[in-house]
C-alpha cells in the first residue's frame, strides 16, 4: 500500500491494530469494479487485509457492495 493511502480517513477504526483500507472505483470491461488497497502493522491484520485485497480486487462494485458487513 502506497504510504500516502495511509491517512486518517482510511483507518479501520475499533481495530487495536493500525488497520488502512483504500478503495477505490475502476472502469472497464463494460463495467465497474472496485481495486482494494490495504496494510496493517501488525501480522496477523496485514494477512486479513490481504486476504480482502486478494479476494475483493477487481470484484463488480455491485457485487461489492452485497458483500455482508
Same mark, same amino acid.
Do not use: I
Given at each position: 500500500?502506497?504510504?500516502?493511502?495511509?491517512?486518517?480517513?482510511?483507518? $479501520?477504526?475499533?481495530? #487495536?491494530?493500525?488497520?488502512w483500507v483504500h478503495a477505490e472505483p475502476v472502469?472497464?470491461?463494460?463495467?465497474?469494479? #472496485?481495486?482494494?488497497?490495504?496494510?496493517?502493522?501488525?501480522q496477523l491484520t496485514k494477512g486479513l487485509a490481504? +486476504?480482502? #485485497?486478494?479476494? +475483493?480486487?477487481?470484484?463488480?462494485?455491485?457485487? $461489492?457492495?452485497? $458483500?455482508? $458487513?
Amino acid at each position: 500500500m502506497d504510504p500516502a493511502l495511509k491517512t486518517d480517513s482510511n483507518r $479501520v477504526r475499533g481495530c #487495536v491494530s493500525q488497520v488502512w483500507v483504500h478503495a477505490e472505483p475502476v472502469e472497464g470491461g463494460g463495467g465497474r469494479s #472496485v481495486r482494494f488497497h490495504a496494510d496493517s502493522d501488525a501480522q496477523l491484520t496485514k494477512g486479513l487485509a490481504a +486476504l480482502l #485485497v486478494l479476494g +475483493l480486487s477487481g470484484t463488480p462494485a455491485e457485487d $461489492v457492495a452485497k $458483500v455482508p $458487513v
